[in-house]
C-alpha cells in the first residue's frame, strides 16, 4: 500500500514539472502572453478616495511582495524570457511589480486597470485588454500584470498574488489557456 502511494505521489509530481515546463516551453513562443497578477500587496482593495495617480494612497507592495516579483523576474530571465515585453496597470503595485521583475521596460496600459471598485467600467476596461491581447496574437511574448479580476474576466480563473495564466490570444482577444504561472 505505502508503495502505491509513493508511486502516485510520484506520477502527480512528474505531471506537475511537465505542465510547468510545457508553460515556460510556451512562453517562448511568439504569440504567448503571461497575464500575471501583481505581486503581494496585503489587504483588500484600495481604500476609500485612493487616486491612481497617488501611490501614498494605494494598497501597495510589501516587502514581501518586492522579493516575490523580483524572484518571479528572475524565474522568467532564466526561461529566457529577459526580453518578454511587459505592459503594466497604472496602479502602483503592478507598475512596482513591473519594476522588480527587471525585465524590459513596462508600459502602462488601461485594459490592465482593476475594476473592482469601479464595476461600471468593467465592459469599457475588459474591451480594451482584449483589444491588446489582439495586438498581441502574433507578436513576441508578453508580459501583462494586472489583476485578479482581469484575469478572471478573460480566462475564468482566479490567481493568487504573484500568479498567473499563461494564454494564446488570436486577432479578436479571446485567449487559449495554455497552463498556470504559479507563484
Request: proline share 5%; aromatic share 6%.
Amino acid at each position: 500500500m505505502k508503495y502505491l502511494a509513493f508511486l502516485l505521489v510520484a506520477a502527480l509530481a512528474s505531471t506537475s514539472v511537465t505542465a510547468d515546463d510545457d508553460v515556460f516551453e510556451a512562453l517562448r513562443e511568439d504569440g504567448h502572453v503571461l497575464l500575471l497578477r501583481h505581486a503581494i500587496a496585503p489587504g483588500f482593495g484600495d481604500p476609500a478616495g485612493f487616486d491612481v495617480a497617488d501611490c501614498t494612497t494605494q494598497r501597495n507592495l510589501s516587502e514581501q511582495g518586492r522579493q516575490q516579483a523580483r524572484a518571479i523576474g528572475a524565474q522568467l530571465r532564466d526561461e529566457g524570457l529577459k526580453d518578454a515585453v511587459v505592459y503594466t496597470s497604472y496602479w502602483c503595485r503592478c507598475r512596482d511589480t513591473a519594476d522588480e521583475m527587471a525585465l524590459t521596460e513596462a508600459q502602462p496600459h488601461p485594459g490592465l486597470n482593476s475594476f473592482f471598485q469601479a464595476r461600471e467600467r468593467r465592459d469599457e476596461i475588459v474591451s480594451d485588454l482584449r483589444h491588446l491581447l489582439g495586438e498581441l496574437a502574433n507578436g513576441p511574448p508578453a508580459v501583462l500584470v494586472t489583476h485578479q479580476v482581469n484575469i478572471r474576466a478573460i480566462t475564468g480563473q482566479g490567481v493568487r498574488s504573484g500568479e498567473g495564466v499563461v494564454v494564446r490570444p488570436d486577432q479578436t482577444g479571446s485567449v487559449s489557456v495554455i497552463g498556470s504561472f504559479p507563484p
